[in-house]
C-alpha cells in the first residue's frame, strides 16, 4: 500500500462517519480554547496580582513605628530599613 493509498482511505472513512467526524473536531477545538482562556486567564491574574502589590509601596523597605510614651506627640517619624542595604 503506498501512502497516496492510505491517505485517500483515511479520507473516505472521514466522510462515511460524518458525525463521529464532527463531535471529534468539535472536541479538539473545545478542548484547545479552554486550554487558551485558561493560561490567558493565569497569565491575567498574575499581572493583576503583581500591579496591586506593587501599588502598596516597596516591598524591601519596612517602616517601623516605636511606641511613644508622650501622647503629644502627633507625627512620630518611623524607622525605615531598606532590605536591599542590609547584608546581615
Not at 472536541?27 to 482562556?37: E, F, H, M, P, Q
Not at 517601623?64 to 530599613?81: E, R
Request: net charge positive; aromatic share 8%; no cysteine.
Amino acid at each position: 500500500m503506498s501512502i497516496a493509498d492510505i491517505f485517500s482511505m483515511a479520507v473516505r472513512n472521514l466522510f462515511k462517519r460524518k458525525m463521529r467526524t464532527f463531535l471529534t473536531v468539535l472536541g479538539v477545538v473545545i478542548g484547545t480554547a479552554s486550554i487558551v482562556v485558561m493560561v490567558s486567564l493565569g497569565i491575567g491574574m498574575n499581572n493583576n496580582f503583581k500591579n496591586s502589590m506593587e501599588q502598596m509601596g516597596d516591598l524591601l523597605v519596612a517602616n517601623i513605628y516605636l511606641p511613644w510614651q508622650d501622647s503629644n506627640v502627633k507625627n512620630p517619624n518611623p524607622v525605615t530599613i531598606d532590605a536591599r542595604l542590609w547584608k546581615g
